[in-house]
């Protein structure tokens, strides 16, 4: 019964989704107060009868109830209750259901957060929202329906895929598709924006909050993604240049790009019609992204089921969505007029830089995922795009980028002084330097761009500290006139500052990885092999019986200098349901360093194949990208989002909303 | 400096910074598009040695020999048709069995035999590369599963 009303709130929905996209956009073009303020509830409405239709589908779930056919095919009732759980958006219908469920709690946050809003702005954002949000319902209704049943009933499912019965299931889909989705609501404002034809500071400033919230939240949701391959696939790689990690890693780019723009929209009154552009390539490379990974056109772990039926739909969406918000932007775009002039050598030109490097990025990453689609799709050869494309194409643009960051925020408004601000980083430069000969130095023969990317990362961390420090005056001002400035400092030049730090971090964390070391060999009980100054004793393996498989468990013992430093136990598990083995890494991390432990296969007489690795530095990447994640919080904290916007909503009411309040 | 000539300036650098990254990239991609093969076709196109290809198949039954090293075998792949002899060296994946699908990505040596540099393996029961499957389906090997799913492996 409940699966039942599950389904008949999700139908119930897509009625109020359309209306959310109706109303209010009628309201706003008859400046009628009435049917504006009708799009919040339509929002809230939304909200509240998807968020019923997902605690349904968790139900059904969470009691096994195997009648229902998308549970059967997904769940068994052998598999921890922390499976069934996240086993809910372990398959296509339900990881299509969390993604619409986080667009209509983005709507009602838009709802609920937008007092400040001029009703006509709001109305309209509501309205594009509802728009998105109908589609993808009518998507899952149409052919990714979670809630049908099947008769008769089997007795148990058929499982989750044992890769993904992992805790990191739990975490990275909702947080990726909060960063996905969250770029929603960037596009409904950019495209509100072009139906007013009016793009202002004001306007900036409310786009702002929502893309950094999107922004850290898809910085974690791919961090744990990386790191989930990293531990889980056995050999220790974080990036893969798989076309589903560039599917997040595109909006992430462009993502990061608008952050940067819509600073210059606000406080400048520039590049207004190229942030527009922005939102709406940002959240259309979310739907790509969508479209990549739950089409099926892809080979990869995330792709679940092919139904051309499936494809075919999201393309068709994607196509309205992006060719109907490019069409409008095309007509009134020229409508939206440019405003503060600034000289190239400014923090406006240190901004349109960054912005064309990001975009640059995200274009060739494009390029590289989408050539080998759109070759097979016109009849060419079947081909696949190396991982060094990527590196080659990627890093060559990475590097200016990181040379700007430290000097960006040193420049001044409207008309930099270059000089001056290079020789304000002169720490910074010597900073750079010290790294680099040292390293070439210490690791002689060894990887040379890695030391070069450690003095990149030298200059960004002196840098972003410099700037920082004469912000506070520190050393030149009293310390207790360094403290009242570091007081009155925003939160968002404290965001700025961190966020920096942590790409800093994250470099150090890419480039450590040239230096780890690797051992493959058979190993017999009792035997041991020396890494990187370590030794691994082998003790033996045991047999062990987990909740929905059996494990063989190897006992190892890492040991430097005869001290004992960890004891560690790889795993290779095997799923009777599925048939199918999987390996359980042991890593033992000091944050600084890892080493990292996998078993291969038996030899038959008594002896395991095991990887060892010690990875000096890869822990960095994924608390370089925490780092950047807080700096975003940080940013998000800052009061001006809130005292601000609404002093100029108000002087920005009477075009927007001639009605009486 | 007039709004024109700044704007010119602006979109100039843009320009030449699309010229730089175009040219980067048509390099780069010149050199690391992998074309796929079935051991068939890999023998019919005579593929130039020393060109890094992706080939697709059935590992044959019986062909697998591990070396002591626990990390090098040599296997042939075959698509019912033909078969290549393969030889790898590095990390195996744990779903890397006889008479199962997998791709592999490398380089044909001059005597025949097909260097890897990776190794991809179907990743369950159900799940085959879609490549590997539409190889199968040609040469009538094929027998009915669904989706395409793959984990890989690297040197």
Redesign the interface.
Known sequence: MIVELGHFALVLALFTSLAQAGLPLWGASRRHLGLMEAGRGAAFASFALVAFAFAALINAYVTSDFSVLNVAENSHTDKPLLYQFTGVWGNHEGSMLLWVFILTLFGAAVAWFGDNLPPALRARVLAVQGMIGSGFLLFILLTSNPFLRQVPEPANGQGLNPILQDPGLAFHPPMLYLGYVGFSVAFSFAVAALIEGRVDAAWARWVRPWTLAAWCALTIGIAMGSWWAYYTLGWGGWWFWDPVENASLMPWLAGTALLHSAIVVEKRDALKSWTVLLAIITFSLSLVGTFLVRSGVLTSVHAFAVDPMRGTFILLLLLVAVGGSLTLYAVRAPALKGGGLFAPISREGALVLNNLLLSCAAATVFLGTLYPLFLDAVGGPKVSVGYPFFNRTFAPLMVPLLLAVAVGPLLAWKRGDLLGALQRLWVAFAAALAVILVGLYATSGGPVLAVLAFGLAAWVAVGTLTEWAERLRLFRASAHDSWRRARGLPRASWGMSCAHLGLAVAVCGFAGSAFEQERIDVMQPGSSLAIAGFTLAFQGMEEEQGPNYSADRGNFILRRDGATVAVMHPEKRFFPLQQMPTSKTAIHTNLLADFYLALGDPDGKGGWTVRAYWKPLVPLIWIGAVVMAFGGLLSLSDRRWRVGAAARARRAAPIAAPVGE | ?T?KR?RL??VL??LA??GV?SG??L???S??????YSPTELHADGVRDGV?V?IGGLVENGSLV?E????TIAFRVTDGKTAVDVDYS???P??FREGQGVMV?GKLARDGTFHAESVLAK???KYM???VA?ALKKTGHWQET?????????E
Do not use: Q
């Open positions: 400096m709004r700044r300036y602006l650098g843009g910074t699309l990254v980067l990239t390099f780069a991609l050199d690391n598009i992998n074309v796929f890094r992706r591990r002591s090293d626990g990390k590095g990390v195996i744990d779903l990505e990743h369950d029961e590369p879609r490549e539409d669904a989706a395409p799913v793959a984990v890989g492996a690297k």
